[in-house]
């Protein structure tokens, strides 16, 4: 690893494998020798690319837009950018306030599987497993999230992002607590009216989830701009992907501890669930303790600096100017995050059921569900090494590489495990290790990744809709995978048979190496691209004969650079 490591990984594996000239790339031409070892353009080639560095008076970095020859200001824009000029830990709790919502994301969604399988076990088939009701609640927050991320991509954008997170902590805080109490007529014996009620309020719950996205995870971007270049994608990757798999696990843990609380059989069955129904209830009203922690930050949180100087709050946005130049890479964006969140949570979801097949059952053909849950904390387990290395790897590399190479070796390694999964079948301990393996290998690359890519290839002005629209996207994908993994696994077995297993890993794997060569389309991202992106959309508009001077929100954008810095950066030219 002397070599820097591995001569900075193949020298950025070429310039982040760079695609042909006729699909985009304007430097296809330039040859590996014009970078040195670290993947940087030697000096004699960067003369012309220059990045203009402001030192504020507090001595923290705020990097401006890198001026390269067609991204010079035009006319009489000109434009500085300063971060938001929060002091010591203040930074820091404003990274938390911001993105660590989304923790309730993977602790409501993974919580859903668990319940699955304990509403299963104390319900007879006749009133729950031949009807939609397990396909319902599980699946039916997907519904509330997308369209709770586009209603609060625009109120992050026309309004505020502390608004939309202020609205869906609230929700979130409401919603676990009711239903964590459903109830319905007939209880307990006709459970239907309580399965209505619980797929109601899980509905809306989502909603709740869903402004996490476009307002926190924006605001979470743009503050991670105050932080010191070069660690600012690992900070926001651990307050945004990292407690998503950190509320997975959490979830995990809290609903196998419970069964051991709650005194339930270790074999528990429809006429043998003794503490169950409270088990269910609480593992679902404990997701209100994070949003509710969060509340008082995110009263305190002030809008930054980036959002403040770039916005359409009250003003109309130029919508056709806008999809022209951000259409194709939302696209792609949004066809990466479907991917991911078609394999991901549908996994999360079954997780419990694919491990359950594999536990040894007693006489009567009962597993034993403690082990089971306790399985399901070792699967949840794995997401956390690769969010965690991620991070370190999208700031040492690129977010682009990092979500390349994550994402293709998360197909080659679901390749290897389907072609050798009856060998991996004969004990529970390989099959949970290799998929957690695979699962970790998608939160290393896609999983940290995408939401960083999406944050940093539009401008601060339409960041919430850019945002929602790719993220709701996603959710699409995990809702059409939570029915679509069923149904195609019964058509080779069920979700219980090695050959249905089998299947969706092939499935999967097929998507992972498809959505790497997606990533390929991408462009190049640095540290200061979202400053970049906020000079680049100006000028667009300024050619496009719009008034550039309504971005400006609650002060105007100054020409004043003070003293600055040239630093050389590549170009770049790939991608949309």
Not at 456 to 472: D, P, Q, V
């Amino acid at each position: 690893m002397s070599a820097g490591p591995v001569r900075r990984y193949f020298n950025m594996l070429g310039r982040e494998t760079a695609i042909p000239g006729w699909m985009g790339n304007k430097n296809a031409e330039e040859n590996l020798e014009d970078y040195n070892d670290e993947g940087s353009l030697k000096s004699d080639q960067s003369k012309n690319f220059v990045s203009t560095r402001v030192v504020s008076d507090d001595s923290v970095d705020f990097n401006t837009p890198v001026l390269r020859p067609d991204d010079k200001l035009n006319g009489d824009i000109d434009v500085e950018y300063q971060g938001t000029k929060r002091k010591g830990l203040g930074k820091y709790w404003a990274i938390i306030a911001t993105g660590a919502g989304l923790f309730s994301d993977g602790y409501v969604n993974n919580g859903a599987g668990q319940a699955v399988t304990m509403l299963k076990t104390i319900y007879p088939k006749s009133d729950y497993s031949n009807n939609t009701a397990m396909s319902n609640i599980a699946s039916i927050i997907f519904v509330g999230t997308v369209v709770g991320q586009l209603v609060f991509g625009y109120v992050a954008d026309y309004y505020s992002r502390k608004a939309g997170m202020l609205i869906s902590t609230v929700m979130l805080i409401v919603f676990s607590i009711l239903c964590a109490g459903s109830w319905g007529v007939g209880m307990p014996d006709h459970p239907g009216g309580m399965f209505a009620m619980l797929t109601t309020f899980r509905a809306l719950l989502g909603l709740g989830i869903g402004g996490e996205y476009p307002a926190g995870s924006t605001a979470c971007a743009e503050v991670s701009q105050t932080l010191k270049s070069g660690s600012r994608n690992r900070w926001f990757i651990w307050f945004t992907n990292f407690m998503i798999d950190f509320g997975f696990v959490v979830s995990a843990f809290v609903g196998w501890l419970l069964l051991y609380i709650c005194s339930v059989p270790t074999f528990a069955t429809v006429g043998n669930s003794h503490g169950l129904q409270a088990a269910w209830r609480l593992l679902l009203g404990l997701g209100a303790i994070a949003p509710l922690s969060l509340f008082y930050l995110r009263l305190k949180y002030d809008e930054s600096e980036q959002f403040k100087k770039n916005n359409f709050t009250g003003k109309k946005t130029p919508y056709w100017l806008s999809i022209k130049r951000y259409g194709p890479r939302l696209i792609v964006v949004s066809l990466i995050w479907f991917i991911y969140d078609f394999c991901t949570y549908s996994f999360s979801i079954y997780s419990s059921q694919i491990i359950n097949s594999q536990i040894k059952t007693n006489a009567d053909g009962v597993a034993n569900i403690k082990t089971t849950f306790g399985w399901n904390v070792v699967f949840n387990l794995f997401y956390i090494p690769g969010s965690f290395l991620g991070g370190f790897s999208s700031d040492y590399f690129g977010p682009r590489l990092t979500l390349f190479t994550g994402t293709l070796l998360q197909g080659i390694v679901g390749f290897i495990m389907a072609s050798q999964y009856n060998s991996l079948m004969t004990h529970i301990a390989p099959l949970v290790v290799a998929y957690g393996i695979f699962e970790t290998l998608g939160e290393f690359g896609p999983g940290d990744n995408i939401g960083l890519v999406c944050s940093k290839t539009c401008a601060s002005a339409i960041r919430g809709r850019y945002y929602s629209i790719a993220a709701a996207t996603g959710k699409i994908g995990a809702f059409v995978g939570g029915y679509a993994f069923p149904a195609i696994a019964d058509h080779y077995g069920g979700l219980d048979s090695n050959e249905g297993q089998t299947v969706l890993l092939y499935v999967s794997s097929a998507l992972c190496v498809f959505s790497a060569l997606l990533v390929l389309l991408l462009p190049e991202i640095t540290q200061e691209s979202i400053a970049l992106e906020d000079v680049r959309f100006r000028n667009y508009l300024k050619d496009n004969g719009f008034d550039p001077d309504q971005l400006e929100g609650e002060e105007a954008m100054g020409a004043d650079f003070g003293d600055a810095e040239v630093v050389p950066e590549p170009p770049t030219g790939r991608g949309f």
